[in-house]
């Protein structure tokens, strides 16, 4: 099994343009989360899906902050436009039941 | 509001000494506890869990202890070894949601 699978691994942009960030979660997991990690607030949940459907985005910052997963294999989460402040590591996690397996995380800086 | 801290940012410990890490948390529904470790560019991962039916659960060197009535759980390391060295991660959950609330985090260093 490959695991959970993040890309890009980093994403350097410029203030004010798109970005997008991808997940392929492990196959048969039925879960999906979007986690980003900053020194201030350590792991914080954005997002999480169950069988594709969103459950709680209550954690997403601001509408500028958008996930989708349109099918079982795969996720996005989009910011745009992107701000500095959007800078942090954004993980991705999928689980079956109790605990979930992280990818390796997509480092992003804004400037 | 953050419902699990983990007060220490960091903590350095002698190999071959115990190294205790400590998370508290404020919702009294959580009931199921992880902690994950976490290497420099790699994502978390599980290290050892506890439901709240228990108050120790012991895998190896790892052993975690739940006080329920303080809200209060912590990870032993015994023996720690300079492999240990790493951010250590403590996630709660209540039964029902499959949603896990993660602490900010301590780095922990094993000097050698």
């Known amino acids: 099994d490959a695991g959970v699978i993040q890309s890009p691994r980093h994403e350097v942009t410029e203030m004010g343009q798109e970005v997008t960030l991808r997940c392929k979660p492990i196959?048969?997991?039925?879960?999906l989360f979007w986690y980003r990690q900053t020194m201030m607030r350590g792991l914080e949940l954005l997002i999480y899906?169950?069988?594709?459907?969103?459950?709680?985005d209550s954690g997403m910052p601001e509408d500028r902050f958008s996930a989708k997963m349109p099918n079982a294999s795969f996720s996005t989460l989009k910011i745009q436009p992107s701000e500095p402040r959007d800078s942090a590591v954004y993980f991705c996690?999928?689980?079956?039941?109790?605990?979930?397996?992280f990818g390796s995380g997509t480092r992003l800086t804004v400037v | 509001d953050q419902q699990v801290k983990q007060n220490s940012p960091s903590l350095s410990v002698q190999e071959g000494r115990i190294s205790i890490l400590n998370c508290d948390y404020t919702?009294?529904?959580?009931?199921?506890f992880l902690w994950y470790k976490k290497y420099p560019a790699e994502g978390p991962t599980f290290l050892i869990s506890?439901?709240?039916?228990?108050d120790k659960n012991e895998d190896g060197r790892f052993t975690v202890f739940l006080n329920k009535s303080a809200k209060h759980l912590s990870l032993h390391i015994v023996p720690s070894q300079p492999g240990d060295s790493a951010v250590y991660f403590c996630?709660?959950?209540?039964?029902?949601?499959?949603?896990?609330?993660f602490g900010t985090g301590t780095r922990l260093k094993v000097l050698a």
């Open positions: 996690a999928s689980s079956q039941d109790i605990g979930y397996t």
């Open positions: 196959s048969g997991h039925n879960s």
């Open positions: 899906f169950n069988n594709n459907v969103p459950i709680d």
């Open positions: 919702n009294s529904m959580f009931d199921y």
């Open positions: 506890i439901s709240s039916i228990k």
């Open positions: 996630a709660a959950s209540h039964t029902g949601t499959y949603k896990y609330i």
